[in-house]
DNA sequence: CATCTGACCTAGT
DNA sequence: AACTAGGCCAGAT
């Protein structure tokens, strides 16, 4: 489907998107990427999180995970708000820098949204 | 301006 | 089923 938000830019979509993520919950680049009609952008995806820790709301990027549903961001995070510490806030299991049960944990940006 | 790398994913072996 | 190779877009060197 697409997106009820609008597609201003990419970067917006992604902020939006990221943002529609509910707590606890975690979606991967891939499931993004094709939700704003980008499939096989995911690259782009993750670039475009990189640099939204500076934006304003903050934007949950630590919910968004590979397709396996490793953390592999960790360790491009800033300190304080390490992907696994916030994600375990939200009362997500992280075991050795993975999402356990993260095919029960994922959240469909089409589906959901 | 050409080349490489990177918060990835799909397909072939 | 696990591993390797290729393809994708954008930024950095």
Request: aromatic letters at 10%; hydrophobic letters at 45%.
């Amino acid at each position: 489907m697409k997106n009820t938000f609008f597609a201003n830019s990419f970067e917006q979509d992604v902020y939006n998107l990221v943002r529609a993520i509910p707590e606890g919950r975690v979606t991967s680049y891939g499931a993004i990427a094709n939700a704003l009609g980008a499939a096989g952008a995911s690259r782009r995806v993750g670039w475009v999180l990189n640099k939204s820790f500076g934006a304003v709301p903050s934007v949950p990027a630590h919910r968004v995970v590979n397709r396996v549903g490793m953390l592999t961001g960790a360790g491009h995070f800033p300190p304080g708000r390490e992907m696994a510490a916030q994600l375990r806030s939200e009362g997500v299991v992280i075991e050795n820098n993975a999402v356990v049960d993260f095919e029960t944990r994922f959240w469909n940006p089409m589906t959901d949204l």
